[in-house]
């Protein structure tokens, strides 16, 4: 098997695997909280074939919950030809219009206003160049209480130590980069209180990328499921609803007018269901 | 006067006095359905300076009351000069970059799942041409029932009498204009039941053009309260409810992904409040 085959079996697999972890936990925690817990139903989907060749496709798993009001994990694994638009903005897209894309993607909107919500994507993308992207931010309802800002800071330590595994500068350097890019600028306001991001991710070490990005998806979840347990118990009242229906709409907004990956799925004809899938339960404006 | 003065001056008092209009019915609606009924607050904002030239601005107005869960009034008059992104995209910029727009945008989002949700927009814009542009659409929650089809053809003639007027070709053409902008390509679908849509309209006979004009917003006004008349009793439960919430995440991505207005809106530094104002109360996904 020729080398870059290898390592799409490698990363693929690892995505399903990751999924599927992700999915099993968060049901141990519906089934904690609830007499009839919720399951995540898991969906399919196709892209639709050039004539006979196949085109990929992908499995949303959603669960509708008592603790996760609304949680989605996505996989995908698509391929075929980047349309003409998408030329030469892409790395390996200026003589070839090939491109494979394999990820994950995970959203949680958790009822309580006091869980936050979060996020976590990694991906491996193959055109005449590889790389590794992804990343992962919270976002809590209330950014300035003394609560968020003590997860926010576990969270950050967490992915910090990972990082520093990777390379001591890369924390800084991914911790900027979520700051850019999850922030809404008609808002002049931030999604979040961030996290890392990272991107065409190639050290010609193609090992020690991957066991990175499986670091992020590993410790994303790890994290999280503290953060859950830290915080299920809180009180909460109508205006921390209202607040987070608040956020919420903060989160629309960054998804529809500015998240590359939503660009990305809509403009690689991807599935509508699993692209927004990232949209929260409820949310008002 | 310079003749196109007249015509700015002429058309932003327009947009003003049937602001004052849409407001005070909308109140009076209100009044007679709540007894402590809510009232339209009304915010200006200006755009910002450059130096010591001013910009323009407009002023908002918006009611979150027991009928008309969150509408929304704006009027606007901004002018200055375009960045270089737009030049040439905009009629008559190719030589010059100034503009001047003036204009009136109503989003009623009603609380009662049966009240139709509606839009109304019209403009003058002057570049080195100008020209009027606008249109109303129609967006009952339940697309395919009886009762909804029945208001959608009542909006429909209402609308295709003043088009007649103007020019017996015009309903068919704004119609369809009207149908191919308010649609979803992600979601393959329309955003509601339509109405009409025109752009760039200058006929060589300015007062015709205002005229009709002005006739769109008047007609969507007495039309709009002849059917909150007939479906303010309407009974509804739970499930309209949730086909309310439903139909109003499209009306969300709509606005944030395909929407022109708002495109311009965040182009040319408008007030964000303004721009997003027609972001529905509450939507599910």
């Not at 009839?36 to 669960?63: A, N, V, Y």
């Not at 009001?69 to 219009?97: R, W, Y």
């Not at 410790?219 to 859950?228: A, G």
Request: hydrophobic content about 30%; aromatic content about 12%.
């Amino acid at each position: 098997m020729k080398k870059i085959d290898e390592q799409k079996k490698k990363s693929s697999l690892w995505f399903k695997s990751l999924r599927n972890q992700i999915c099993e936990e968060l049901e141990k925690i519906e089934g904690i909280h609830s007499s009839t817990p919720s399951r995540f139903q898991r969906t399919s989907w196709q892209r639709d074939k050039d004539g006979s060749r196949k085109l990929g496709g992908g499995e949303m798993s959603l669960i509708r919950g008592k603790v996760f009001e609304k949680a989605g994990v996505n996989i995908s694994t698509v391929f075929g030809e980047l349309s003409d638009s998408m030329l030469g903005k892409i790395p390996g897209t200026q003589n070839s219009k090939n491109f494979w894309a394999s990820g994950i993607s995970v959203v949680i909107h958790p009822f309580s206003p006091k869980i936050p919500t979060i996020h976590m994507n990694t991906r491996f993308i193959v055109t005449e160049k590889s790389w590794f992207g992804g990343g992962a931010d919270i976002t809590p309802t209330n950014k300035k209480s003394e609560k968020s800002k003590k997860i926010a800071k576990l969270f950050h330590k967490n992915l910090k130590k990972i990082c520093d595994k990777y390379d001591p500068g890369a924390y800084d350097k991914y911790k900027k980069w979520c700051d850019e890019y999850f922030y809404l600028p008609h808002r002049r306001e931030a999604r979040g209180l961030g996290g890392i991001f990272y991107d065409y991710l190639n050290s010609d070490n193609w090992n020690e990328d991957f066991l990175f990005t499986k670091n992020v998806g590993e410790t994303f979840l790890q994290t999280y499921k503290k953060i859950v347990d830290d915080t299920i118990s809180d009180q909460w009242d109508a205006d921390d609803k209202k607040m987070q229906y608040h956020r919420r709409s903060r989160y629309v907004e960054f998804n529809l007018l500015h998240d590359r990956g939503t660009k990305f799925g809509l403009q690689t004809d991807g599935n509508i269901e699993a692209i927004f899938m990232s949209l929260p339960p409820f949310a008002s404006w």
